[in-house]
Nanobody
Framework: QVQLVESGGGLVQAGGSLRLSCAASGHTFSRYGTGWFRQAPGKEREFVSGISWSGGGRGYADSVKGRFTISRDNAKNTVFLQMNSLKPEDTAVYYC?????????????????WGQGTQVTVSS
């Protein structure tokens, strides 16, 4: 059974930065594509960014493109999301998820394992 633990969330002022981490255990991490999703109060969970098993493929939602950067370190079973130029509308619980297809998708239904989430709050 795969376990995912997100960390790095917190409270930051608009324009600031945070780096989220997602540590995986219990399986061969390098065989999974990974995605970051977020869910704000009263809204549906939405795709933020994804990275393929090798790191060669990466994608971003239009709302974060140019501000967020996803990366992974398979030796450490960890995926990162560097978030710069944060905006109040980025406030949400951020989740990482693993996709056993080796790649990443934009829909939550494509993912097999989920973490518990980490809160990101951006004040104006």
């Amino acid at each position: 059974q795969v376990q995912l633990v997100e960390s790095g969330g917190g409270l930051v002022q608009a324009g600031g930065s945070l780096r989220l981490s997602c540590a995986a255990s219990g399986h061969t991490f390098s065989r999974y594509g990974t995605g970051w999703f977020r869910q704000a109060p009263g809204k549906e969970r939405e795709f933020v960014s994804g990275i393929s098993w090798s790191g060669g493929g990466r994608g971003y939602a239009d709302s974060v493109k140019g501000r967020f950067t996803i990366s992974r370190d398979n030796a450490k079973n960890t995926v990162f999301l560097q978030m710069n130029s944060l905006k109040p509308e980025d406030t949400a619980v951020y989740y990482c998820a693993l996709d056993s297809s080796l790649h990443y998708g934009g829909r939550a239904e494509e993912y097999d394992y989920w973490g518990q989430g980490t809160q990101v709050t951006v004040s104006s």
